[in-house]
């Protein structure tokens, strides 16, 4: 049975940091690509970061330079780090395992809340 499983979700105010991680009990972990999505109030679930089983990264135009996106293959981890944040920045985060169709597996989310 796979689990991909979110922490470290909670408050935050505004210009703090925040450090997301996600872990995955998945055979196909180190050559899938591992990505953190968001979904904020009231709107569809949007891309974070994505990064590559090699470590190559994608991040989205609204949060680039702030966070930074990792993963650790021997461990089944990724991670996103998080700075500067906004109140903008409220939502559910995501963590997404995806290795063809067959395995594209989600995690329930965390919350990250602005408590300014």
């Known amino acids: 049975q796979v689990h991909v499983v979110e922490s470290g979700g909670g408050l935050v105010q505004a210009g703090g940091s925040l450090r997301l991680s996600c872990a995955a009990s998945?055979?196909?972990?180190?050559?899938?690509?591992m990505g953190w999505y968001r979904q904020a109030p009231g709107k569809q679930r949007e891309l974070v970061a994505t990064?590559?089983?090699?470590?190559?990264?994608n991040i989205a135009d609204p949060v680039k330079g702030r966070l930074t996106i990792s993963r650790d293959n021997g461990k089944n981890k990724e991670s996103l780090q998080m700075n500067r944040l906004k109140p903008e920045n409220t939502a559910v985060y995501y963590c997404r395992h995806y290795y063809l169709a067959s395995s594209d597996f989600w995690g329930q989310g965390t919350q990250v809340t602005d408590s300014s």
């Open positions: 998945v055979r196909t972990f180190s050559l899938a690509v």
């Open positions: 990064v590559s089983p090699g470590g190559s990264t």
